[in-house]
C-alpha cells in the first residue's frame, strides 16, 4: 500500500453532490411509490369477481355508460378504492407527523388511543344518537382531540414524553376499544361485518356519502401538515434547538396536532380505525427514503399503498373475504414487536 | 427515550412513601371480615338482580331447586353465572398478585402482559385448524397457550439493558396483546361457526356460564390454586430481591418457576371458560396491598376473594346499566382497569414494587 496523501476534494463540493444525489434518491422514491399507488389503483378497479378491461374502466370513471361496469365499477369499486387510498394517505399523513412530532415511532397515533377514540366516538354518534354523514365525522374529532388533549395533560405533567407517554395511550387505547365494544353490544341486533369495521376498520360497503368528507378533509388539512415540514423537522432536533431556529414550538405543534387529528378523525370515521396503517407507513417510508429530508410525503404514499394492497390481499387472496383492518393488523402487530425487540436490544431505556 | 422513573425530577426530595408495609394482625382480620361481608351481599346481589326483575320469594324458591315460573327459571341460570364469575375472578386476581410478586412489577397482569390473549388464540387455533372438541383439550391448549406468551413475553421484555423493567415487560406485553388480538380475528373470521362467537375470544364475558363448563377446568384451577397460595413464602423471599433471597436459602429460580406455573395454570384456565378478560389482575393486588400489606401469605388469599368481588360487582353492573341487553365483563374491566393502569403508570416510582 502506497500511503500517497491525496489532498481532500473540496469538501464544500463533496457536501453539494451528496445533497444532488440524495434529493435525486428523494424524487425517484417519491416517484415510483406515487405511481404504484396509481397501478394499484387501477388494478383495484379492474380485478374483481368479473375483469373489466382498462378502457372499460376508463370511460366509466370519465361518466360513460357501460353494461354491467357502470355499476359494479362507478358503484362499488370506485368508491371503495378511492376511499382505501384517501384513508391510507390521511393514516399516513397523520401517523408520521405524530411520529416526528414526538420523536418516537412507537407514538403513533393508533398505537397511542387517538384513532380508537375517534372511532369510539364515531360509532357512538351512529348508534346512540343515530347520526350519519358529516355529524359523525365532527363528533369523531371532537373526541379524538379530547384524547390528544387528555394525554397531553397526563403525560407531559414532568415535562417528557417517552415510553410513559406510550403506555398511558395504550391504556387509553384498551379504554377506547371497550367503549366501541360497548356501543356495538348496546346496538343488540348489529352485524358482524359492521362490528368489524369499527373494531378493526373495513372498506367493505363504502359508498360516496362516507368517502366525499374524509376526501375534502384531505384535500383541506394534507396542505396545512405539508406546509409545517420544515417546522417538524425542526421540532425533531428538541424544543430547545427548535426555538433557537426560529420555530415558534408551541404554535407548530397545536397546528399539527390539529391538522393530524382531524385527518384520523375523518378517515376513521368513513372506514373505522384501520388497524396499524398510520403506525407502519412512517418506518417503512424511512427505510424506503433514508436519511433524506421529510417523511410526511413518502409516508403518506406509503399508508396509502399499504390499504390498497391490504384491501386487495383481504378481498381475493385469502380465499375467504377479510376486512381490510385484519390483513394490516396481522402485518403490523408483529412488526411492532419487531421494533420493541430493536429497541430493547439497542440498550434503549424503554 | 429519557429513563423517567430512575431518574427524580430535579428538586424533588427523595421520595419517602409511606407504603403499605405490615399491618397489624386485626386490621388484616377486620379487613378480611369485610371482604367477606362484601363477596357474601355480591354474590347475593348477582342472583337477584338482572335484566328481568325478579321477586325474592321466587329467588328463595329458586334456590330450593324449583323452576315453576320464568322468574324462578332466569335465576336458576343466574347462578352458575355467578359462581364462574366468582371463580374466574379469585383465579385472575390471585394470578395478577403472583405475577406481580414473581416478576417484581407493578404493571404485571395477565391481561396486560398479553397472557390471556396467548389462551385465546390457542383456544381459537384449536378449534378453527385442529378440531378440539372435548373441554379438556381445550383447557390444555389455552394454559399451553398462556404458557408460551408468558415465555415470548419476559423474553422480549427482558432484552437489552436492565433486564425486565416495568415499562418494557408492559410494552412488550401490550403489544403481543395487539398482535394476537389480529390474529384471533383473522383465524376465526374464515370460520362461520366460530366467528358467531369471535367477540368472546377477544372480549371475555361470564354469559353462557354452566356447570359443566365449569367442571372440565375445576381440576386445573385447584392446582392452580393450591400452587400460587402455597408459593406465598417464596414471594416473599423474592420480594427482598434475588440475591438475597438465595442468601436466606430461596432457590430462587425453582420458586420463581414454580409461582410462574401457577398463574399461567389459574389465568390460562379462567381464559378458557370465560374469555379473556383483562385488568382484574392488575387492579385487585394494588388495592389488596393497601388493605392488608405486602405480607404474600395474606395478600395472596385476600387477592382471590377481592378479585371475585370485583369480577361479580362488574358483572352485576354489565348487566343493570344496559338492560334488558347486557355488557360482557371484559368490557366493564377494561373501562375500570384502564384508568388505573394509567394511574399506577403515573406515578413516579414505578419501577419499584
Not at chain 1, 372506514?271 to 433514508?290: H, Q, Y
Not at chain 1, 433524506?292 to 383481504?314: Q, T, Y
Not at chain 2, 324449583?66 to 327459571?73: D, H, R, V
Request: glycine share 12%; net charge positive; with cysteine.
Amino acid at each position: 500500500m502506497t500511503a500517497v496523501v491525496t489532498p481532500p476534494p473540496s469538501s464544500v463540493d463533496a457536501v453539494a453532490r451528496y445533497r444532488v444525489r440524495r434529493a435525486a434518491r428523494r424524487r425517484l422514491v417519491i416517484t415510483v411509490l406515487a405511481v404504484l399507488v396509481v397501478v394499484v389503483f387501477a388494478a383495484s378497479l379492474m380485478i374483481g369477481r368479473t375483469f373489466y378491461p382498462p378502457g372499460d374502466v376508463i370511460r366509466v370513471v370519465l361518466g360513460q355508460e357501460v353494461p354491467g361496469a357502470t355499476f359494479t365499477v362507478g358503484r362499488l369499486r370506485l368508491p371503495r378504492a378511492v376511499l382505501a387510498v384517501v384513508a391510507g394517505l390521511s393514516f399516513g399523513l397523520a401517523g408520521v407527523t405524530f411520529q416526528t412530532m414526538l420523536r418516537n415511532a412507537l407514538a403513533s397515533p393508533d398505537v397511542i388511543g387517538i384513532t380508537s377514540g375517534a372511532g369510539a366516538a364515531a360509532v357512538f354518534a351512529i348508534v346512540f344518537l343515530g347520526w350519519s354523514g358529516t355529524a359523525v365525522s365532527v363528533t369523531a374529532i371532537l373526541a379524538a382531540l379530547g384524547v390528544a388533549l387528555v394525554m397531553y395533560g397526563l403525560a407531559f405533567t414532568d415535562g417528557v414524553v417517552g415510553t410513559r407517554l406510550i403506555l398511558i395511550g395504550i391504556g387509553i387505547a384498551a379504554m377506547g376499544r371497550s367503549v366501541t365494544s360497548y356501543v356495538l353490544s348496546e346496538a343488540g341486533a348489529w352485524d358482524f361485518a359492521e362490528a368489524l369495521r369499527w373494531l378493526t376498520g373495513s372498506l367493505n360497503g363504502s359508498t360516496w356519502e362516507a368517502t366525499v368528507p374524509a376526501l375534502v378533509a384531505l384535500v383541506v388539512l394534507a396542505p396545512v401538515l405539508l406546509a409545517l415540514t420544515r417546522q417538524l423537522s425542526a421540532l425533531q432536533l428538541g424544543d430547545d434547538t427548535a426555538s433557537a431556529l426560529g420555530i415558534r414550538v408551541d404554535r407548530t405543534r397545536v397546528l399539527a396536532i390539529v391538522a393530524a387529528v382531524g385527518l384520523l378523525a375523518f378517515a376513521t370515521a368513513a372506514c373505522g380505525p384501520i388497524a396499524f396503517v398510520s403506525f407502519l407507513a412512517g418506518p417503512i417510508a424511512a427505510r424506503i427514503v433514508g436519511p433524506n429530508g421529510s417523511l410526511l410525503v413518502p409516508a403518506a404514499l406509503v399508508g396509502a399503498l399499504l390499504v390498497l394492497v391490504a384491501d386487495l390481499v383481504g378481498q381475493f387472496a385469502l380465499g375467504s373475504r377479510f376486512p381490510v383492518g385484519v390483513v394490516t393488523g396481522v402485518l403490523g402487530a408483529p412488526y411492532l414487536i419487531y421494533l420493541i425487540v430493536r429497541t430493547n436490544r439497542a440498550g434503549g431505556s424503554l | 427515550m429519557t429513563q423517567v422513573d430512575t431518574v427524580p425530577a430535579p428538586g424533588a426530595a427523595p421520595a419517602q412513601r409511606p407504603g403499605p408495609v405490615r399491618r397489624p394482625g386485626s386490621v388484616r382480620v377486620l379487613w378480611l371480615l369485610v371482604v367477606v361481608a362484601v363477596l357474601a351481599a355480591l354474590l347475593a346481589a348477582s342472583v337477584a338482580v338482572g335484566s328481568r326483575a325478579v321477586g325474592w320469594s321466587e329467588i328463595l324458591a329458586a334456590l330450593g331447586g324449583s323452576q315453576e315460573t320464568i322468574g324462578e327459571a332466569a335465576v336458576t341460570k343466574r347462578i352458575p353465572r355467578t359462581v364462574l364469575a366468582a371463580v374466574v375472578g379469585a383465579a385472575l386476581g390471585l394470578s395478577g398478585a403472583v405475577m406481580q410478586g414473581v416478576t417484581r412489577n407493578p404493571l404485571a397482569d395477565p391481561g396486560v402482559l398479553g397472557i390471556n390473549m396467548g389462551a385465546s388464540l390457542a383456544v381459537v387455533v384449536g378449534l378453527a385448524w385442529l378440531g378440539l372438541s372435548s373441554a379438556t383439550a381445550i383447557v390444555w391448549t389455552a394454559i399451553l397457550g398462556a404458557a408460551l406468551a408468558a415465555v415470548f413475553v419476559y423474553a422480549v421484555g427482558s432484552l437489552g439493558r436492565g433486564g425486565p423493567t416495568p415499562l418494557k415487560l408492559a410494552l412488550a406485553g401490550t403489544a403481543t396483546s395487539a398482535a394476537l388480538v389480529s390474529f384471533v380475528t383473522a383465524v376465526a373470521l374464515p370460520r362461520g361457526d366460530i366467528a358467531e362467537s369471535i367477540q368472546s375470544w377477544e372480549i371475555g364475558g361470564v354469559g353462557g356460564a354452566s356447570f359443566r363448563g365449569l367442571g372440565s377446568v375445576a381440576p386445573f384451577l385447584v392446582v392452580g390454586f393450591a400452587v400460587s397460595l402455597l408459593s406465598a413464602r417464596a414471594l416473599n423471599s423474592l420480594a427482598l430481591g434475588d440475591e438475597l433471597a438465595a442468601g436466606l436459602g430461596e432457590r430462587v429460580v425453582l420458586a420463581r418457576g414454580v409461582a410462574a406455573l401457577g398463574s399461567v395454570l389459574l389465568c390460562g384456565a379462567a381464559t378458557a371458560i370465560a374469555g379473556p378478560i383483562g385488568f382484574v389482575g392488575l387492579v385487585v393486588p394494588h388495592v389488596c396491598r393497601l388493605l392488608v400489606g405486602v405480607d404474600h401469605r395474606w395478600l395472596l388469599p385476600f387477592t382471590a376473594l377481592t378479585g371475585a368481588c370485583l369480577l361479580i360487582a362488574s358483572d352485576v353492573l354489565g348487566r343493570i346499566v344496559a338492560r334488558p341487553d347486557e355488557i360482557d365483563v371484559g368490557i366493564i374491566t377494561a373501562l375500570i382497569g384502564a384508568p388505573f393502569f394509567i394511574y399506577i403508570v403515573r406515578r413516579q416510582k414505578v419501577r419499584e414494587l
